[in-house]
């Protein structure tokens, strides 16, 4: 609680001064931002970059660099900044969507990650990012959720793995959150007490990379052990808006994909795999998830996923899949096709995520391991075209669920072998065992 | 080149209509003037774009421009130096010493000039840097200064060589816009009604629509306007379009009509950019040589913005769209303007310094 | 969404149409026009029930096309013909005695509709013209010559002609 003397309490009995300047700062900054145009805002990027350096130089947090350890590669983003995205030993942040809804979502980018032969850390040890609360109920506050966006990057950081975030929601609440917390003494003071009540300390992560970025930046390697021949199929990619539009300086560009006026990731990786790739008149709209819509609003959320991202899509294309990179697009778009379907409508189109789309592509089994059967639209035609033959790995799904309720332990991806150790000894958990079974 | 004995002359630099204007007058008054022009034509922007007409009661372009381009190139008491570009300035008032450099020829000419007058003119916003529209990549998407060849060509199609069923002309295309240029063009509205009017008296069976902010007709161009609607049945939406989109056969338009408060997505043949002035190359350079001072906006500031000629430097003048956005006829009045002023300036030199 | 559309989207069973009753389990339920809801008493897929608030679709307002049939009449109908003048300042609206009362009743807005040809909102704005008292204030006022007054008429006349089409379905 900012004091009338300009002085914040803090939760071990400490009293913090403020500069009348730090006050005002996050206010100022934030009408600054609404007088500029989207890639104004590249100016308040910037500064916040340097600003984290200044902070790390004065000792005030720790920053997690995107170190040789982590084999990265640079990428460019929109602002023209190049930007670090490791390759190896990531912290997979997970999504609560991802898991709940698309399981093989996740599934089919561990399996990835395994047949690239690249260790990764799949920690139990995560919480939720409750970004959804804050998009959904808007009731949240930036401490709590810097609070919890800090303790995920100070695990990461204690088990030596670079964070990668899964979902596109996640992925743009810490964006803002880092932003906050380096550009506002009083959030960055706050936060710094409750950590410290859980013994943790303030790191910040030097680069927020989302998963797509990961896929795009690997997607030659991914593209080389490709099984199945996908020239003859025509992909539409939807890019999700807190990808691209939140902080839109940050995400990830390149010159010779799609011009460089989309962003690259999920294109390129269908591109690299050979697929068609095909343009539609709605590219940058929303796929209808929106913020809190798909909860307070669902009919209009599904109304909109139907009738300006499917049937346009369907219409201007008639492409066999529709690839996205986020949770709650590929829930949305694919869940929503049920009502406009049973009312008679006939446009209809599957929905999965680059990283199933790839594991497909690399001969993943299409239940056991892209688990499609939890997907509403019709795949069935998209399998037959990559010649997968979908009725034969169904009857291997059916014998391995038999063996599974027969006693058989059911299937576990397991990361390859890592070579990083954790910091912070006694701790950190072993990571190359698996926590659940 | 011949110097006449007489005095020195003045410096105009920019071939356009302020510059062919305030050019004449100076000569009238019998007095030598250099006009220095960087392009390898005289006329400026009518000239360069081949405008068909200006506004407001659609007069041929040759017949206002050509006179004043003629007079130039034969009289005696200007001497015309295409291609060229003022390099340096040195000396003071009444006694500029300046360097010309011919561009192609590589070639220096040095000379002492008593005035200077800068009439620079103007650069079309180059719709590129806006890519919401698509220009430079989509078929079919032009500006207005594209538009006008088409006209006085008389053949106005699109990129498959037909004539377009259904024209979007958009307004405010790199002007009132933080992102591009915040200033209004003041001329672009104009231009648009005029070119909507020429495409239907063309085409009579295509449809116009005109997607803008606000309507800028000053002035007695506003019976160009009246007449766009009531005459020609030309369609006015007011709002804005977010994008641009190529459907492979039609250009998809997509926008929010204000009145209505709702989106639109229509398809159009052809879309038409009223890409506004902005300040171009040879303004900044001047400026540089001359040590002028540029407003914010990139134009070059007068001493008072309410008086264009008085750059504040004692005899260099301004004059033209180099200092504000503006029409034909008002370059015209500000090169006249300057001529004046050049020439009173000249004269009292003389008076004081004996020849 | 032309009217075509919305008839083949629809399946056979009964839709609620109670104006006020449809979709109000809709959070921002004022928002929507009530022609644009599609709440189906009775919808099931492959056993599961979907009826109601869970089978409900909104459709979208998006203007796809100009459509001046109803125009061009307009133009042609005694008073009718200087529609094509107004350049929407809303003077008209502004001095009109019945819109300050029912502010459905918007002169402006109904010259505009029909010059685009903006089908749907036709449908939706049509019966209001009968609002018009006839007084001819906005004709007095309009600095066109646009006779607004003259226009309503023309206008109601156009629109009965096009009854079938205009029929909210």
């Known amino acids: 609680m900012l004091e009338k003397d300009g002085t914040v309490q803090l939760g071990n009995d400490e009293k913090l001064e403020l500069t009348k300047d730090d006050a005002k700062l996050l206010e100022i900054l934030s009408s600054q931002r609404r007088a500029k145009l989207a890639f104004g805002t590249t100016e308040d990027y910037l500064k916040m970059l340097e600003r984290m350096k200044e902070l790390e130089k004065k000792g005030e947090i720790i920053v997690h660099h995107v170190t040789e350890e982590y084999d990265p590669v640079g990428v460019r983003t929109l602002s023209g900044r190049v930007k670090r995205i490791p390759t190896r030993e990531t912290w997979q942040h997970k999504s609560c969507g991802q898991c709940g809804h698309i399981p093989g979502y996740i599934s089919a980018f561990y399996w990835i990650m395994s047949e690239l032969g690249i260790p990764y850390v799949d920690d139990t040890n995560q919480t939720s990012c409750t970004a959804w609360n804050y998009y959904g109920s808007g009731t949240s506050n930036p401490v709590a959720l810097s609070a919890v966006f800090l303790r995920n990057m100070h695990v990461a950081y204690e088990k030596n793995a670079y964070p990668l975030i899964h979902c596109g929601t996640s992925y743009g609440d810490y964006k803002e959150c880092r932003y906050l917390v380096i550009m506002n003494r009083d959030i960055r003071e706050r936060v710094r007490a409750i950590l410290k009540k859980v013994g943790r300390e303030l790191v910040v992560p030097e680069e927020l990379v989302h998963y797509s970025e990961w896929l795009h930046v690997m997607r030659h390697e991914v593209a080389a052990r490709r099984k199945h021949d996908v020239s003859n199929v025509k992909v539409a990619v939807h890019a999700a808006c807190h990808t691209y539009k939140l902080m839109a300086e940050d995400y990830t560009y390149d010159e010779n994909i799609l011009g460089g006026r989309k962003p690259a990731p999920t294109s390129s990786v269908a591109l690299a795999l050979g697929a068609q790739l095909l343009d539609y008149s709605n590219w940058y709209d929303c796929c209808g998830f929106g913020f809190r819509h798909i909860l307070t609003e669902r009919e209009i959320s599904r109304s909109f996923a139907y009738f300006r991202k499917i049937r346009p899509i369907v219409r201007e294309t008639h492409a066999d899949v529709l690839i996205t990179h986020d949770t709650g697009c590929v829930t949305t778009l694919d869940k929503s096709q049920v009502v406009p379907l049973a009312q008679g409508y006939k446009e209809t189109i599957p929905v999965i995520s680059d990283s199933q789309f790839a594991a497909l592509a690399m001969g993943a089994h299409p239940f056991i391991v892209c688990q499609l059967q939890w997907h509403i639209a019709d795949w069935k035609p998209l399998l037959a075209k990559m010649g997968i033959d979908w009725k034969a790995a169904y009857e291997e799904y059916r014998s391995y669920l038999d063996k599974v309720k027969g006693g058989m332990k059911p299937a576990f991806i397991r990361s390859p072998p890592r070579r990083l150790e954790p910091r912070g000894g006694a701790k950190a958990f072993r990571v190359d065992e698996p926590v659940m079974t | ?348 030199i003389v008076k004081k310094v004996p020849v | ?135 001819g204030l906005c004709s007095a006022a309009c600095p066109k010559g646009v006779d607004p007054q003259g226009v309503m008429i023309a206008m109601s006349i156009a629109f009965k002609a096009h009854e079938g089409e205009l029929k909210e379905l």
């Not at chain 2, 900044?284 to 008085?310: I, M, T």
């Not at chain 2, 006249?336 to 009173?344: C, E, F």
């Not at chain 3, 502010?103 to 040809?117: A, C, D, Q, S, T």
Request: contains cysteine; hydrophobic residues 35%; glycine residues 10%.
């Open chain 2, 1 to 348: 080149m011949m110097m006449k004995e007489q005095g020195r002359p003045v410096l105009v630099i920019g071939g356009g209509p302020a510059g062919l204007q305030a050019a004449k007058d100076i000569a009238e008054f019998g007095e030598q003037v250099v006009l220095v022009e960087r392009r390898k034509e005289l006329g400026g922007a009518p000239i360069r774009w081949s405008y068909h007409t200006l506004a407001p009661d659609f007069r041929p372009t040759e017949e206002v421009m050509g006179p004043l381009v003629e007079f130039c190139e034969k009289n005696d008491n200007v001497t015309v130096m295409k291609g060229c570009v003022v390099e340096e300035c040195n000396g003071r008032p009444g006694e500029f010493r300046v360097r010309i450099k011919d561009e192609s020829a590589k070639e220096f000419t040095e000379m002492v000039v008593s005035s200077i007058i800068v009439a620079t003119g103007f650069e079309h916003f180059d719709a590129r840097v806006d890519p919401r529209y698509g220009y430079g990549r989509l078929p079919n998407v032009i500006g207005i200064n594209e538009l006008e060849v088409m006209l006085k060509q008389r053949r106005v199609v699109g990129h498959d060589g037909r004539p377009p069923k259904r024209v979007a002309f958009i307004f405010c295309v790199g002007s009132r816009d933080r992102s591009t240029n915040p200033w209004c063009c003041t001329v672009c509205c104009g231009v648009s009604i005029k070119q909507g009017i020429e495409i239907k008296q063309l085409l009579p069976d295509t449809q116009v629509y005109m997607i803008y902010m606000d309507i800028r007709t000053m002035g007695l161009w506003e019976k160009m306007y009246w007449d766009s609607m009531e005459k020609y049945g030309i369609n006015f939406i007011r709002g804005r379009v977010g994008e641009v989109y190529f459907t492979g056969e039609r250009l998809l338009v997509k926008g929010e009509d204000t009145l209505v408060r709702g989106p639109f997505e229509v398809l159009f043949d052809m879309v038409v950019l009223a890409v506004g002035i902005e300040p171009g190359p040879g303004t900044k350079q001047a400026a540089n040589v001359l040590k002028l001072s540029l407003n914010e906006y990139g134009f070059l500031a007068p001493r008072l913005p309410n008086v264009h000629f008085d750059s504040g430097k004692e005899g260099i003048f301004l004059a033209g769209a180099c200092v504000a956005p503006m029409s034909v006829e008002e370059a015209l009045s500000e090169g006249s303007a300057a001529a004046m002023q050049a020439v009173k300036f000249r004269r009292n």
């Open chain 3, 1 to 135: 969404m032309t009217g075509k559309e919305q008839e083949k989207g629809k399946k056979k069973d009964k839709e609620i149409q109670t104006e006020g009753e449809k979709g109000k389990f809709i959070i921002e339920r004022r928002y929507v026009d009530d022609s644009r809801i599609i709440e189906p008493e009775k919808l099931e897929l492959g056993g599961v029930d979907m009826s109601g608030r869970w089978g409900t679709l909104v459709l979208p307002r998006t203007l796809e096309d100009f459509d001046t049939e109803i125009y061009e009449d307009v133009k042609d109908l005694p008073r009718g013909g200087n529609i094509g003048k107004c350049w929407q300042c809303g003077n008209c609206t502004a001095v009109c005695p019945v819109a300050h009362e029912h502010p459905e009743f918007n002169p402006r807005y109904l010259i505009h509709i029909v010059k685009m040809g903006y089908t749907s909102e036709i449908k939706r704005h049509h019966k209001a013209v009968y609002l018009c008292s006839g007084c």
